[in-house]
Nanobody, 114 residues
Framework: QLQASGGGLVQAGGSLRLSCAAS????????FGWFRQAPGKERERVSC?????????GYVDSVKGRFTISRDNAKNTVYLQMNSLKPEDTAVYYC????????WGQGTQVTVSS
């Protein structure tokens, strides 16, 4: 099970940190991604992080330099630090394994006002 939280309403230029708490499986074995879906648009993956000791990260071009993904294996949690937020970042944000192993859940709403 994956539970995303930490969304909210923020002004453009502001920051939020999303959390994704995992339970019921061996967290360490999986790479994870943060995904988002804006109204009328398809869901897209914005960032991912590997499961390996030497962590690798990936970002979609639109968030590079602004978003940072991290994980805490001791807490079974994946984070997405979002800085310099823009109105176009407004979406419901979800987390899942890179292989989309689990159901999406409700996600967490991020709204960025201009």
């Amino acid at each position: 099970q994956l539970q995303a939280s930490g969304g909210g309403l923020v002004q453009a230029g502001g920051s939020l940190r999303l959390s994704c708490a995992a339970s019921g499986f061996n967290f360490d074995d999986y790479g994870f991604g943060w995904f988002r879906q804006a109204p009328g648009k398809e869901r897209e993956r914005v960032s991912c992080i590997s499961s390996h000791e030497s962590i690798t990260r990936g970002y979609v071009d639109s968030v590079k330099g602004r978003f940072t993904i991290s994980r805490d294996n001791a807490k079974n949690t994946v984070y997405l630090q979002m800085n310099s937020l823009k109105p176009e970042d407004t979406a419901v944000y979800y987390c899942n394994t890179v292989g989309l192993t689990y159901s999406w859940g409700q996600g967490t709403q991020v709204t960025v006002s201009s």
